[in-house]
């Protein structure tokens, strides 16, 4: 079974800064899409950014980039410019391409941003 | 823009209560889910339908039920609410899966927290 690891349960960066959430996940398929949802306090879960694992460039969307590494099954999220309603959760996740469209997401990681 | 709607965004039950979570979504979706998301756990799937009158079961579903009688509404029972069910629960939907190149990524309600006393 597939599986998704955040190994930082929270995370904190200054306003302006560049900040790194890790993600690798576990699996033996050759095609499947990564994605880094957010969750603010209260408010509702969006999609960040998305990447498929056939293609190599990495992913990029204004301030939020991923570095994907399909060998060391790796696709961390980077926020540049980090602004103070960055603060949230942020949940990988994982689905095979041909199985459905079951997700599996990791534990995620609480980021707050300081001022 | 992708509309998906929860009918409370909190809800407070006694033990052995019936509970009803409803979900609608305004975008003509054919998959919908139901996920209970937890601290240090992430979301885990209860329920998905992948068509009105059909379920299917997610890795947790052992007390819950589903049902799906029109296509923009999914809703998620508690037959007999017991603490251990006191959680966030999140509805979302897609897209039916297609060819590579289409994501077909979930799209969320705002979570409904449901505490059981």
């Known amino acids: 079974a597939q599986t998704v690891t955040q190994s930082q349960p929270e995370m904190s960066v200054q306003e302006a800064e560049t900040v790194t959430l890790s993600c690798t996940y576990d699996t033996s398929e050759s095609d499947y899409y990564l994605f880094w949802y957010k969750q603010p306090p209260s408010r509702q879960m969006i999609l960040v950014i998305r990447q498929e694992a056939y293609k190599q460039q990495n992913a990029t969307e204004n301030r939020f980039s991923v570095n994907f590494q399909k060998a060391a099954k790796s696709f961390s999220l980077k926020i540049s410019d980090s602004q103070l309603g960055d603060a949230a959760m942020y949940f990988c996740?994982?689905?095979?391409?041909?199985?459905?469209?079951?997700?599996?997401f990791g534990p995620g990681t609480r980021l707050s941003v300081l001022p | 823009d992708v509309k998906v709607t929860q009918s409370s965004r909190y809800l407070v039950k006694r033990t052995g209560e019936k509970v009803f979570l409803e979900c609608v979504q305004d975008m003509d979706h054919e998959n919908m889910f139901w996920y209970r998301q937890d601290p240090g756990l992430g979301l885990r799937l209860i329920y998905f339908?992948?068509?009105?009158?059909?379920?299917e079961k997610g890795d947790i579903p052992e007390g819950y039920s589903v049902s799906r009688e029109k296509k923009e509404r999914f809703s998620l029972i508690l037959e007999s609410a017991s603490t251990n069910q006191t959680s966030m629960y999140l509805c979302?939907?897609?897209?039916?899966?297609?060819?590579?190149?289409?994501?077909?990524?979930?799209?969320f309600g705002p979570g409904t927290r449901l505490t059981v006393l």
């Open positions: 339908s992948y068509d009105v009158k059909m379920k």
């Open positions: 979302a939907s897609s897209l039916p899966t297609g060819g590579l190149g289409t994501y077909n990524e979930q799209f």
């Open positions: 996740a994982y689905r095979a391409y041909n199985y459905g469209q079951n997700f599996v």
